[in-house]
């Protein structure tokens, strides 16, 4: 136990008060916009309490659908954005744990060679490799298309990287004994490095989710079509230069939506992966 | 269980040879301990009968079949690992049935199988927890069951107690002999300590170097060591080895420094022949002056308890004097600078030849 006096604790508190203020402030404001008329958020001064619109904006975004956005709904932004992060999740913690895999605990030609190449592919952003990237798309039809959206972000040297160290820390004698114990590659990969690998999983799930969510650049490149949009690109065409031209109300209610998901992931999963780590640091 | 026959087996990592060619035959139910100091090849051999490592040329065959190019679950064999090697996230009892349930054994015959060892090795009370809530001497007992519950064709361990402390260790070796008994498998056994592998044996294989220097019952490598290194390996402390030539016939030998040692009961070689004349700390004993074989200038004593043992050296006066160890009974009046005139007890000598390490007669 660390003794503290009330005075220092009085001021660590404060400063933590000060500091959620700080950081909670403009999502609180998020929120309160989304609950007033355009009227009322154009017309100076802002409002700080919730307005009474709250079920008439949040009704008119996710079933009117927008104007801006070609009168898609918000519902099916977030259903694109949805299937966009949990498979570029999903897709990325599956190839590089078997990439890993294969480069830790498999003797094969050109090993060392083949762990530098995935290596390598880090001082490759997708944005140096987008042309090309885009090119590939194009020819295979991809473009406006699930495909097209989360292929090109599904490999992920890093995540590689991380399960290879975590691998190397296994002690080989664990492989020694599944191998006498009679289990070929295939089970000692599903009986035994898979739950031991279950905290780096759920932590990088909770980061790659995020990733994936919070994806731009690509999105805007490879979705022509306005009902293939991910919600973060549907609320940058929401918003246009001419302010009164732009139905903040309804921005707010979709900045809402693109927020509470990678919130509640981080939420529900930190439980998770937490539990995780005690369990496995006995 | 079954015979284990090991023929010429090498090893080699690329031009390297460690395993220079070991040769021998475990009988049925019966527990060989491979001991030697580390480096010495002991675990690498253990691991080409297992299926970890490949062999490079010679045969090893399990129960009469050749398994040089089996996997290590082809071969009816089960390890118990130095660190245990338990599945961290499996029970105990999962950490015992994972092998059957790889074999496709029905659920009720794993249950029988996983109860009798639980049984045998008192883990009954803790089936359901995970390695992490268990001592060490606990995970060493789920380990062994784990091998037991395969019920296979021989048991192999590597160095098994080395993680345990020393009281541990003493109680966990009497009760793997006494499994080892009850149910009758042959079993291959390494380790460093020599007290474990003298107390487990029912045949030793004394390792240096890559080669089987002696394989023997632990009372016949300890009396009758086939080489220097054997001498001074098993045993605590070490036999003394003293640096001596053969006189003409019927003048013993004769030390460094020039005095003559006649021992009683020695069969002397040939004069000239240079060899080591090797004597057991406790076949010295004091007696007075007109009967000593030799005189040992004591430098230091250590006091045990049971016994006392001296350190002291043989032959000083010319710089080539060589260092003695004896044992006496622990309530022996000696102190350190004394002069102790000792006697060589009859036939307790052990003579090996100088170039080669070899015994003699």
Known sequence: ?282 | MATIALNDVKKSYGRTEVIHGVTMEIEDGELIVIVGPSGCGKSTLLRMVAGLEAISSGEISIAGRVVNNLEPRERDIAMVFQNYALYPHMSVYDNMAYGLKIAKLSKQEIAERVDKAATMLELKPYLGRKPSALSGGQRQRVAMGRALVRNPAAFLFDEPLSNLDAKLRVQMRLEIKQLQRSVGTTSLYVTHDQVEAMTLADRLIVMNAGVAEQIDTPMNVYSQPATIFVAGFIGSPAMNLLPAVAGAPGKGLQLADGTTVKPRETRFPEAGREVYLGVRPEHLVPVNDLNADIEVKVLAIETLGADTLAHGLVGGSHGSASNLVVRMPGNAAVRAGDTLPLAIEPGMTHLFDRRSGKRIG
């Not at chain 1, 099916?76 to 999903?90: G, K």
């Not at chain 1, 390598?120 to 495909?147: A, C, S």
């Not at chain 1, 022509?224 to 246009?240: C, F, H, P, Q, Y």
């Open chain 1, 1 to 282: 136990m660390i003794r503290t006096s009330i005075a220092s604790r009085v001021i660590a508190h404060f400063l933590l008060i000060v500091g959620i203020v700080i950081v909670v402030f403009p999502i609180y404001y998020v929120f309160v916009a989304s609950t007033h008329s355009l009227m009322d958020i154009l017309r100076p001064p802002l409002p700080l309490w919730p307005g009474n619109q709250f079920l008439h904006n949040y009704y008119e975004a996710i079933f009117g659908g927008v104007a801006k956005i070609g009168g898609v709904g918000v519902g099916r932004l977030l259903w694109n954005t949805t299937v966009v992060a949990v498979c570029v999740a999903v897709g990325k913690i599956g190839i590089s744990i078997l990439s890993a895999y294969a480069v830790v605990f498999f003797r094969f030609p050109l090993r060392m060679t083949f762990f530098w190449l995935i290596f390598i592919t880090l001082m490759l952003p997708v944005e140096v490799r987008i042309l090309p990237t885009y090119k590939v798309m194009v020819e295979l039809h991809l473009v406006d298309t699930f495909g097209g959206l989360i292929l090109p972000l599904i490999a992920s040297a890093t995540a590689t990287l991380l399960f290879r160290q975590f691998f190397m820390t296994i002690p080989p004698e664990l492989l020694e004994a599944a191998r006498v114990d009679g289990a070929g590659p295939a089970r000692f990969f599903l009986d035994i490095l898979l739950p031991l690998s279950r905290t780096n999983i759920a932590a990088l799930f909770v980061i790659l989710f995020i990733y994936g969510w919070t994806q731009y650049l690509w999105p805007l490149l490879v979705t022509n079509s306005n009902d293939m949009n991910t919600i973060v690109i549907g609320l940058r065409k929401m918003i246009s230069f001419a302010d009164a031209d732009t139905q903040w109300h309804l921005v707010m209610v979709t900045c809402i939506f693109a927020i509470l998901p990678p919130i509640l992931i981080v939420v529900l999963m930190q439980r998770w992966f937490v539990k995780g780590l005690v369990e496995s640091e006995k």
